[in-house]
């Protein structure tokens, strides 16, 4: 009969020391009050506190949180844009008294905060400023969070512009001129490549001109040097230079109509063809050259005649001086 009622006196007894016993976990602070006025601050681990005369009156986290703020506000050139500022704060554990009991949102007195600091800087911007100087905008959300929030113990670890968005005509607009210098840039370098293939091709063409001329003169000199040693040659066997000419016209003859017929695409030029062809087209020319000679001297002799040269008058040697005698 004892045991049984040792039973519910040991189990009270155990709720009653439970009361008295609470724990705190790893970085958290309790504050405790005691009648409703505060006591102190417990930190991690197994606390003690009096029933009913003592209270938890809070728990404070001491771990770095994160607070999301969206702004949306105006630039420099009149274009809105929402702005997402992260801040990182902390809750300084010296100052968890402060923290607890001087700020009764902390979360919306930085959001504050923030808009006040974004809404300050911003609208100095134009937009492609506050992509370029968002860190900037960072900073100065910072340095008046710190300001701000110290005195309330709160440390702001870190302030971050994790987005800037603005209007979807706008950002299209941008992505249009953005094409629109790509494609600028781009017709750029291939009128560039093209002025360079140009001028590639003509210095080709030119160097190309400059070789068959090359080529052509040699080829005639070396013409010219073969003609001149067959005419030596046959003139060795007893062939007079007229016979050898015609003799070496006729050859070019026949190897000319050789060549022609060698081509299939080629149009037919029929010139006399009989043995007396070459002998005959080497008389019409020396008759051409013999003609053209006779011209030449009948002009000069014409011209002579009418008191026409074609040398400069010599001038008259000045008078000599009658004083000087020899």
Excluded: C
């Excluded at 724990?23 to 504050?31: L, M």
């Excluded at 009648?35 to 986290?61: E, L, T, V, Y």
């Excluded at 440390?155 to 790509?182: C, F, G, H, S, Y």
């Excluded at 051409?288 to 000679?293: P, Q, T």
């Amino acid at each position: 009969m004892g045991g049984f009622v040792a039973i519910p006196i040991f189990i009270f007894s155990f709720l009653f020391l439970l009361m008295f016993i609470f724990i705190v976990k790893q970085q958290t602070a309790a504050i405790i009050e005691r009648f409703g006025r505060f006591q102190s601050i417990r930190n991690s681990g197994i606390q003690f506190k009096i029933p009913i005369i003592d209270r938890i009156a809070g728990r404070i986290n001491l771990k770095i949180q994160q607070l999301d703020v969206i702004v949306e506000t105006k630039t420099k050139d009149d274009v809105f844009v929402r702005l997402k500022i992260s801040v990182q704060f902390q809750v300084i554990k010296e100052k968890v008294y402060e923290a607890f009991y001087r700020l009764e949102s902390p979360n919306d007195q930085i959001t504050s905060y923030v808009f006040d600091v974004v809404r300050a800087e911003v609208p100095k911007m134009k937009l492609d400023y506050v992509f370029e100087r968002k860190d900037d905008i960072a900073i100065a959300v910072k340095r008046e969070l710190n300001e701000a929030m110290i005195d309330y113990g709160y440390d702001i670890i870190k302030t971050l512009v994790t987005d800037i968005d603005p209007d979807i005509q706008v950002k299209a607009a941008m992505n249009r001129i953005n094409a629109a210098e790509r494609e600028k840039v781009a017709a750029e370098y291939e009128a560039e490549a093209e002025r360079i293939k140009i001028v590639a091709k003509a210095r080709a063409e030119a160097e190309s001109k400059r070789l068959q001329g090359q080529g052509i003169a040699d080829q005639r000199r070396e013409i010219a040097r073969g003609l001149e040693e067959s005419v030596d040659v046959l003139n060795n066997v007893g062939i007079n230079s007229q016979e050898a000419s015609a003799l070496i016209v006729v050859t070019q003859h026949y190897d000319t109509l050789q060549s022609i017929g060698e081509e299939t695409n080629t149009n037919l030029i029929l010139l006399p063809n009989s043995p007396q062809a070459g002998s005959n087209m080497l008389n019409d020319m020396i008759a051409s050259f013999v003609a053209s000679n006779k011209i030449g001297e009948e002009m000069k002799k014409s011209n002579e005649a009418k008191g026409i040269t074609g040398k400069k008058p010599r001038r008259n040697p000045p008078p000599a001086d009658p004083e000087v005698s020899f």
